[in-house]
């Protein structure tokens, strides 16, 4: 293998989307990019960008193959994982709406607001109870940011941005702390918080934001 610069002909185009698409090769367009309002390229930033190159065109056709059935392969995971999302989707919005009854339970169904299943709590300031090798997830919007040996809730809880992600709902059933940009929920005794977490997931919370 050798380090070349992109001049010449191009032998093998799929190898070169594969070269562009990586994060080195990403890397380095941001960085060389100009300008600010809206950072652009040029011949000479493209012309200069190393990347390594095998010697025939045999094993760069090769490895261009691997890669493009990779593709197929995630593309078709891909597809399937949609259809079976939207079917999660159709189950969810006929069991959580009562549209869809399992065997043995008859009972009535109750419109109720939020407020009346659970209380809505405020994250707090980390800074002061950080410990790096805590019990203890600190949770912000993006996920776990930091370790604790302090939690504001060990019940099970529904999670919900307080802004950003606010369409991410979060279930824990572990002890937790969370950051003031992350709601957490007391459930209220005779509810389930798993349940109302998917309730969460089915909401449109975008609407709201």
Avoid at 43 to 48: A, C, G, N
Avoid at 53 to 79: G, N, S, V
Avoid at 105 to 130: A, M, P, Y
Wanted: hydrophobic letters at 35%; aromatic letters at 12%; charged letters at 25%.
């Amino acid at each position: 293998m050798r380090s070349v610069q992109l001049k010449g002909k191009v032998q093998t185009r799929e190898l070169m989307l594969y070269i562009f698409q990586s994060p080195a090769t990403k890397q380095f367009l941001i960085q060389s990019a100009y300008g600010t309002t809206m950072a652009g390229l040029n011949e000479k930033i493209l012309s200069s960008l190393e990347f390594y190159l095998p010697d025939t065109i045999d094993e760069q056709e090769r490895i261009a193959r691997i890669l493009t059935d990779l593709d197929k392969q995630f593309t078709i995971t891909e597809e399937l994982i949609a259809k079976k999302m939207a079917i999660k989707q159709g189950v969810m919005y006929e069991l959580l709406t009562g549209k869809k009854r399992l065997p043995g339970f008859l009972g009535t169904w109750k419109s109720k607001q939020i407020g009346d299943v659970l209380s809505i709590r405020h994250g707090k300031n980390q800074q002061e109870i950080e410990q790096p090798t805590g019990k203890y997830p600190i949770l912000g919007t993006g996920g776990e940011i930091g370790r604790t040996d302090q939690f504001l809730c060990d019940k099970p809880s529904v999670l919900l941005g307080r802004k950003g992600t606010i369409n991410n709902p979060r279930y824990m059933d572990t002890p937790f702390w969370t950051i003031d940009t992350l709601y957490y929920t007391e459930i209220k005794s005779g509810n389930s918080a798993k349940y109302l977490y998917y309730v969460f997931c089915n909401i449109n919370w975008m609407q709201y934001n």
